[in-house]
């Protein structure tokens, strides 16, 4: 009785009781993720987006555990505005996958998705064949508050979803604020699918895409659609051939499709997979893959100076020299010492 | 004797002194420099780039004090890798501004000086006009270890020239590494100085340096040189044309020139100042000069953080840790857990 006093307390004795079958949890949800049991991966992810603090602890220890298991699959991101047919291209890509026997993973990472209560993905209607079949698994964005949080999440989730034999990662992205980079940061090949149009489509392109990107897809090259999306082509092949290549050693370049109808996909399938065997051979895709588990460390690191310096005190002491420093009242040297006087 | 018991050896004695002597010097170093003093720009801007710590807080204080006379200038970024010419461009663009009656000043962001000893505006014989005329300030790299460093005391330097009354203020790099981006960020208008080649020029251009010009201006477009400069020009107007201006509603666009001949110096002469009186016009000027102070603040907050983090034996761990997640050995997660474990 001296040793848990409040054990009679019910709500108590259930709180102490979890924490305990949380112990054991986390080395069996492992094995069942590694084994490939859907419903265990499904709880492993719900674990890594918790935000309790004891989940954090749990979900490391999982994702230690599993880390042998990784690193096996080919992850592909995709990027677009919303109307470019993203949902359809991966129903279409997705299906050419598991005709090949490719176990196939869907993600997505959407930052509004904590306003809107989950927009993409959340309508499984347009991945009705994916959504049923029993090779792929279909998960939603997180819906965190910050975006760093939701790339957290979302990269675990990649590993889980190796660690659970699948050969095929597609990670689904709109593209607000700065997704697009935090997409192809956790993937080998990245892919801008864009939409035809009155041939002014390009003029609104997002600041930097074209250059993280391995390949654009400009969809919907079907009926009288198509001539244009050869112009969109021909346009963005003009941009591609300047700029600096995303990727060591690739020469990005557009391609057409209509994943409505199902042409051209077959064509991106295998443009994806000889992208993968040469920077396999060159020992780029390597490379990347541990520069971005070295990127992710360093942008980890940073989060995390910033959550521990500010507290609501500094956050507020910050605001009030940042308007001083907007009026030109005070130097953003001075102002920074200001913040740090009684830090160090 | 009691008050200082050590001031008989003669070097207590000077550091004493001259610890007082500084205390005076900071409101007479600001008041010389807002005379239009040169020898005392010097010296401010020499104290601006010591990195003894109890400088750096007299170079705070010189900040302060000068604060309310800094703004008016047009600060203009050129870059160019070398051999494009900029030090001529700049006699010739320095000799225009000259003529029509601006004080200016040239300062240099250049990385790669700490290395060199100095290499960009350090060959004064390509601006011998400039380097004798009474209304020129030039004033090479700083020659600090860092970028970050070399960065703040541009920016600082920037401010004292221009409570030193110069009108013009021109700020060069060679593009090595980020500094393109950390010139932007101090200067309203940015120009990139491009050379005409054999037709591949384009190919070589650096990453998301397109998306921070305000012009692109192809020197050496003389003689046998003309044909293959315009060209030039057609290329970059063909990217320009589908990409996200830096500034908001300005168009960027590729114009030629022949600073060695002087012919199309006026004409971007020209062009710079309706960018500056558009800009002024619909606030944009004004917003973005508030928004680089900010930005720099930011910048100045993370450098701190980290600074004060990354003690060395911090330094030594994070490099350890970053081997494991290099090699897989251990996520990214779990290693920050473990650099901030007796952190918090």
Request: net charge positive; with cysteine.
């Amino acid at each position: 009785m001296r040793k848990f006093p409040r054990m009679n307390n019910p709500i108590n004795r259930r709180v102490f009781k979890k924490k305990v079958q949380e112990q054991i949890d986390v080395k069996q949800i492992a094995d069942k993720i590694i084994s490939g049991d859907r419903g265990y991966l499904s709880k492993g992810i719900t674990l890594i987006e918790s935000n309790a603090s004891h989940h954090r602890q749990s979900a490391n220890e999982l994702i230690q555990h599993i880390l042998p298991h990784i690193g096996k699959s080919v992850r592909v991101g995709i990027t677009g505005v919303p109307g470019a047919g993203k949902s359809t291209w991966i129903e279409a890509f997705g299906k050419t996958a598991v005709s090949k026997n490719y176990k196939t993973a869907v993600l997505a990472v959407d930052p509004s998705s904590s306003l809107s209560g989950g927009s993409i993905l959340g309508d499984k209607t347009r991945m009705e064949f994916l959504a049923h079949h029993p090779d792929v698994f279909i998960r939603p964005s997180p819906s965190s508050g910050t975006l760093g949080g939701v790339a957290r999440m979302t990269r675990e989730t990649i590993l889980l979803c190796e660690a659970a034999g699948y050969d095929l990662i597609l990670v689904e992205t709109v593209g607000v604020g700065q997704s697009e980079g935090i997409v192809r940061g956790m993937t080998d090949f990245f892919l801008l699918l864009s939409l035809t149009g009155a041939g002014d489509e390009l003029q609104g392109m997002k600041k930097g895409i074209m250059e993280l990107v391995d390949a654009v897809v400009i969809n919907k090259a079907d009926g009288a659609n198509k001539e244009q999306a050869m112009k969109t082509m021909h346009d963005y092949n003009q941009i591609l051939r300047f700029l600096t290549p995303a990727t060591k050693g690739w020469k990005p370049r557009a391609y057409t499709c209509s994943a409505l109808y199902n042409s051209g996909i077959e064509e991106i399938w295998d443009l994806i997979f000889s992208f993968i065997s040469e920077t396999k051979e060159s020992g780029e895709f390597q490379k990347r893959r541990s520069r971005q588990a070295v990127d992710w460390m360093n942008q980890l690191v940073q989060i995390r100076l910033n959550e521990t310096f500010f507290i609501e005190e500094k956050k507020r002491q910050m605001k009030n020299l940042e308007e001083k420093v907007r009026q030109h009242e005070l130097s953003p040297s001075e102002a920074v010492d200001l913040l740090f006087e009684k830090y160090q």
